[in-house]
């Protein structure tokens, strides 16, 4: 896992302190985009070399400041592999594989943590805006015009059936087979990734 | 309101708070259908009369517990009102006119409790079921099998819909017209509410 280099390379803490923290401030304020590792390392008081040498890529960097363990970029190629028409199921299929795994717990916290922080839910927005969505949404070929709404509603499915499942525990989703729920929310996923977006 | 009746009839707030808690530790612990209004009296040592004198009926003791200040009973019919058919669209519509005026600060505000505190989130997963999506459901003539699914999804995106606008704030869903929404989310709660619920 690319948070645990720090582990690999231990270093002084307070550096790797320093820079996450310079990290969080950064992205939350210019967005992932704007954020440069150099203006990342100039408000840590480091040089951009140290900033790679702990954290690797601004993408690992962006990960281990909202401690997600998991990169996006590895499931994705496994939702897009059926082709455009099994996106909707298979995104769905793989939220429910990594959120009723012990990575689950990590996202829970996130997302409580961005409830309540306005800086946390800054840096989720653009996590899943720039690391998941966008990603998925830029690979299928669809209209520029569509797709930060398209992006959107597939987040705000995707939040919902989190709250409902992990955080208010609403039954029967709570404890529901993933299958169950693949079948029932897949169909939409894939309406609002390829379908029309106004009343059918 | 029927929250001001303390307001109206001011009592001792010692009494109106006591009630208040009993009620919130019954509501969470027992259920909203099996909390009595004898128990909750009981558990906050006054007569039963005394409860319906400050706070009317079982709904508006509940409605003040998780301190909502609307009344879902009197919005339901205008959401059923155009059949089955228009369901969809009329419940998202309904949603983003509550919660895009002043109420909707209050629903916001136990959104977050909610998901940081087990006994928010106990009360507001019975204020959903209980109070909305049984009603809504209920009036429908759907297999009774599958209601509990259907309201428990129909609540996911709703609960993902008041995550990205109000909550994350995630764009275009943050400032859409409501319009564009009815027209994306709706056909969506429509198939939950009557849509087959596997693959199509």
């Known amino acids: 896992m690319s948070t645990r280099r720090g582990g690999r390379r231990p270093g002084k803490p307070d550096t790797r302190e320093a820079i996450l923290t310079a990290a969080r401030t950064t992205f939350a304020e210019r967005g992932f985009d704007a954020a440069s590792i150099r203006a990342i390392a100039t408000a840590a008081g480091v040089d951009p070399a140290l900033v790679h040498h702990y954290f ?5 960097l962006f990960r281990a400041t909202v401690a997600i363990p998991i990169d996006p970029a590895e499931l994705l190629p496994g939702v897009l592999a059926g082709g455009p028409d099994e996106v909707g199921a298979r995104l769905v299929r793989t939220f429910l594989t990594v959120w009723d795994s012990p990575v689950g717990t990590a996202a829970v916290a996130l997302l409580r943590s961005a409830v309540n922080n306005e800086w946390t839910a800054r840096l989720l927005r653009e996590f899943l805006v720039t690391q998941v969505l ?3 949404l830029d690979r299928l070929d669809l209209d520029p ?4 709404l398209r992006g959107a509603l597939v987040g705000a499915q995707m ?3 989190a709250m409902m499942r992990y955080v208010i525990r609403l ?5 529901a087979a993933p299958e169950t729920l693949v079948a029932a929310i897949g169909p ?3 309406r609002y990734v390829t379908g029309p977006l106004d009343a059918a």
Request: glycine content about 8%; proline content about 9%; overall charge negative.
């Open 171 to 175: 039954e029967p989703i709570a404890s």
């Open 145 to 148: 015009a569509e797709t930060p």
């Open 159 to 161: 939040a919902g059936l």
């Open 56 to 60: 690797g890529t601004k993408e690992e």
């Open 134 to 136: 966008r990603r998925v």
């Open 188 to 190: 939409t996923v894939q």
